[in-house]
């Protein structure tokens, strides 16, 4: 699949994946971390051939562009690229599908473009903003499973990245490594990445550009006395949420819920599958994705 590069009106430059008849309904596809376009690639290849499917490198990922500063990775300026990519392409209406950071991101986005501009919204293991912050104070499993991003976020931590990369804060903080799971000319291209440097910072600026808060394991499980829940709109657009049983980051709790914030809502659930759904099983996310864009 080969990239183009497109200038937002914002400046920002994004390597994209555009692939599929022009006239086609839009499908626009957001990767998480630590990943790039690619963790879309066997959906792009499955529904390329009656869905334009757009795929961008989004901004501080590979040769998209990287600033540098916290500034730049707060949530409003990552949904905003979302739409400035579309406005660039020509698109006026797409479906918006995200699997992890790029799945928050498109919660994001779906939120506040539903029925104007986003018609359907697909999301693979990345959790409700208004389910995941609560169970950061309540449930220990998630909050045991998200105490890297501590680590992440701190500052004192950018000294092992500019000697290691990104390489260095993930053996540190977290044991994500599954070489067996992940094709070996794959994860040799994302160790090439990772040496970029600016890349390393654009990735770990998305934890720290978020308002997200982590406790530690000794503060108590519960709610905070000035805690309020995210003044968010129901989602009201067709919504489908695939969700791999055995992701080690994200406990299917947050899955609990969804049906009073979303409606209607598809929920699938892949066992026997870990975080990264998208290429871990590609032919049940396909199946389900199939089945909920031809309703």
């Known amino acids: 699949m080969e990239q183009r590069r497109v200038k937002l009106a914002n400046g920002i430059h994004l390597d994209v994946v555009d692939e599929g008849p022009r006239d086609a309904p839009v499908l626009i596809f957001l990767h998480g971390f630590p990943e790039n376009y690619r963790t879309w690639r066997y959906q792009i290849a499955h529904f390329s051939d009656s869905f334009r499917c757009i795929a961008p490198d989004q901004r501080g990922y590979r040769g998209s562009s990287k600033p540098q500063e916290v500034e730049a990775y707060t949530p409003d300026k990552l949904i905003s690229d979302v739409f400035l990519l579309a406005d660039a392409l020509g698109v006026d209406k797409f479906t918006i599908v995200g699997h992890d950071w790029g799945g928050a991101i498109a919660w994001g986005v779906a939120l506040g473009g539903q029925h104007a501009r986003v018609e359907r919204a697909v999301i693979a293991n990345a959790p409700h903003p208004s389910i995941f912050q609560k169970l950061l104070y309540t449930h220990p499993g998630q909050r045991a499973a998200s105490q890297y991003i501590i680590g992440f976020k701190d500052p004192a931590n950018d000294a092992l990245i500019r000697e290691h990369g990104i390489t260095g804060i993930l053996k540190q903080e977290v044991n994500w490594d599954r070489s067996d799971a992940m094709p ?80 209607p809502l598809t929920i699938v659930k892949v066992p026997d599958c870990g975080h990264f759904v998208p290429w871990e099983a590609p032919e049940a996310v396909n199946a389900a994705m199939e089945q909920f864009l031809r309703l």
């Open 184 to 263: 070996p000319e794959e994860r040799a291209q994302m160790l090439k990445d990772w040496e970029d440097r600016d890349m390393c910072f654009g990735m770990i600026n998305y934890y720290r550009g978020s308002s997200m808060h982590v406790p530690t394991m000794d503060e108590p499980f519960e709610l905070p006395a000035d805690y309020s829940a995210p003044n968010l709109p129901k989602l009201t657009i067709p919504t489908l949420v695939v969700w791999a049983l055995d992701d080690i980051a994200l406990p299917p709790e947050n899955l609990e819920g969804l049906d009073a914030l979303i409606d």
